[in-house]
């Protein structure tokens, strides 16, 4: 006996429907299959690369008596601390006394080579962290030495002002040298290599001033800003044997003492010109 029908026209509907299914569902079974061994074989091939011996150049930075650039072997997986234990063993310097860089960015101590995308003959930069302080001697224009304990990273005006500090006669315009160089104020001491018990010596920078003496006579002075009112009038009495007591010095109608007060005090500059007149 025949089915009706509207039972043949669903049972031949599920048969399609069950058909599609199946094909649907061995296709997202193959989709998924494809991706498992997709990444499978990535993850081999990671673990390949990152199991490959790399040569690693590490320039230790000149602030220290170490200055050269050494080679360190090491794979993807090691994290920064491992390279920085390599260089302990190597050169002996602490990981707590510097830092590593690479492309300019910091290397954080967990982190691995592979994932900083440093690649074999990469060259890393060796910082070494400031000292708290560093002691130095500092050789004045009046010949005496002075002990000082300063950070690297001072700047060399930096320094300067804490002289002047010390010695209470401004020495902006002295000049800062150091092994026979003179150096630029806005560089730091880490800069130049200075490192601990270096001399460095402030010399004096000259100025030419002029002197009108009472007779309208124009003498030419060297001096330095520091000097007091006291020792131009000795260089004074050296060019024209005016005792130091009948000297009066003017300037910019001013009248300047010789207690302990120097040129720089009044302001006087390269080319000022001092009025020298007599006491009665």
């Known amino acids: 006996m025949e089915a009706p029908r509207h039972w043949r ?8 429907l069950k058909s599609t ?6 296709h997202q079974i193959t989709t998924v299959d494809d991706k498992i061994q997709h990444q499978h074989n990535k993850d081999n091939k990671n673990h390949q690369i990152s199991s490959t ?3 690693l150049y ?5 602030v ?4 050269k650039t050494i080679v360190v072997e090491a794979r993807g997986y090691h994290i920064v601390h491992e390279i920085k234990s390599k260089i302990l063993v190597a050169e002996g310097i602490r990981q707590d006394e510097y830092s590593l860089f690479h492309g300019g960015i910091s290397l954080e101590d967990y ?23 560093l002691p ?3 050789r004045t224009p009046n010949g005496k030495l002075l002990s000082f304990q300063v950070q690297v990273l001072y700047t060399v005006c930096n320094l300067k002002t804490i002289v002047e500090s010390f010695i209470g006669c401004p020495v902006d315009e002295c000049k800062m040298v150091y092994a026979g160089k003179e150096l630029e104020d806005c560089k730091s001491l880490a800069f130049y290599e200075i490192e601990e018990n270096s001399n460095l010596e402030l010399q004096p920078c000259w100025i030419q001033v002029l002197v009108k003496t009472w ?3 124009t003498i030419t002075l060297h001096v330095m800003r520091s000097n007091t009112i006291k020792e131009v009038k000795e260089k004074l009495f050296c060019k024209v044997g005016m005792p130091i007591c009948r000297q009066k010095i003017v300037f910019c109608g001013r009248i300047l003492n010789d207690q302990n007060r120097n040129l720089s005090s009044y302001n006087v500059q390269k080319d000022s010109t001092l009025h020298m007149l007599l006491k009665h």
């Not at 982190?111 to 302080?133: A, D």
């Open 9 to 16: 026209l669903l049972s031949k509907g599920y048969k399609k």
């Open 21 to 26: 299914n199946l094909a649907s569902s061995q």
């Open 53 to 55: 011996w790399m040569k």
């Open 58 to 62: 590490v320039k230790i930075a000149a």
């Open 64 to 67: 220290s008596n170490k200055r």
């Open 111 to 133: 982190r691995t080579l592979e994932s900083l995308g440093i690649k074999t003959e990469s060259t890393l930069h060796l910082i070494f962290h400031p000292t708290t302080s």
């Open 136 to 138: 130095i001697i500092v």
């Open 215 to 217: 007779s309208s006579k």
